[in-house]
């Protein structure tokens, strides 16, 4: 399953406020473009590391995008598709 099947999969499935689904939806279409086609199993924590410092964004965004992929990454190990989270820090 590539990191966009499983990210439309965690968005749709999750009990947010419309304001909390934007800002996560936003946060991870930064992902989403540099990963999105890569099967989650390939993502190694170099890739998160590239992502993040690749990143051209004000601090804090770089932060909320690397907490949304971790979490999404998480949810993907509890989901039982990836054997550990290569965001974690």
Do not use: C, F
């Amino acid at each position: 399953m590539t990191l966009d099947a499983y990210a439309e999969m965690y968005l749709a499935r999750q009990p947010w406020r419309r304001s909390s689904t934007v800002l996560a939806t936003n946060a991870l279409a930064h992902v989403r473009r540099v990963l999105g086609t890569r099967p989650l199993g390939s993502i190694r924590k170099g890739d998160v590391q590239a992502l993040v410092t690749g990143l051209d964004l004000a601090p804090a965004t770089v932060a909320t995008v690397s907490a949304k992929l971790a979490t999404l990454l998480e949810a993907a190990v509890d989901d039982g598709l990836l054997a550990r989270n290569p965001a974690r820090v």
